[in-house]
């Protein structure tokens, strides 16, 4: 591997790695999320808002800039994938990046079923809140 290779794949790991750690937050910030729903506590669900999206922006950067390092990897052609460079690389780099990448995705599809109960839950709150208050459900639709 050339040593700028070598120095992207030491970007994408620590990428990873730095992924790793920011969904653990956002996995954080979710249950804090659903609590503060729980509990009906309007401003702590405002902070918690605006700081799980700023997170889901930095992780959004952060998957642009995998891209970025996938292509230099992989070169220009076809779509660059982390399942495309693992069948490239050797066994002794492979094992750990696929088993660090693993995990990313496992705590990806966590924090994606923690994000859907929590607007199962706020919209269910909504819901209740419209019928107890007497609102109609269409009362503002256009006709």
């Known amino acids: 591997m050339t040593g700028r290779r070598t120095e992207a794949l030491a ?5 990873l790695q730095a992924d790793r750690s920011a969904y653990a937050r956002l996995r ?8 503060a729903a729980l509990r009906h506590q309007a401003e702590p669900l ?5 700081e799980i999206v700023a997170l889901v922006d930095e992780l ?7 891209g970025l390092l996938l292509r ?4 220009p052609q076809g779509e660059p994938g982390i399942g495309r460079l693992l069948q490239r690389l050797p066994a002794p780099v492979e094992q750990p ?8 995705e496992a705590q990806v599809r966590d924090c994606k ?31």
């Open 11 to 15: 970007a994408l790991l620590r990428g």
């Open 28 to 35: 954080e910030l979710l249950e804090a999320q659903f609590q």
């Open 46 to 50: 405002r902070r918690l808002a605006d």
């Open 60 to 66: 959004d950067a952060h998957t642009r800039r995998r």
């Open 72 to 75: 230099q990897l992989l070169g």
């Open 97 to 104: 990046l696929a088993g660090l990448w693993a995990a990313l």
């Open 113 to 143: 079923a923690l994000n859907q109960r929590n607007c199962q839950l706020i919209t269910d709150q909504q819901a209740l809140m419209r019928r107890v208050m007497g609102v109609e459900e269409g009362l503002y639709a256009e006709s």
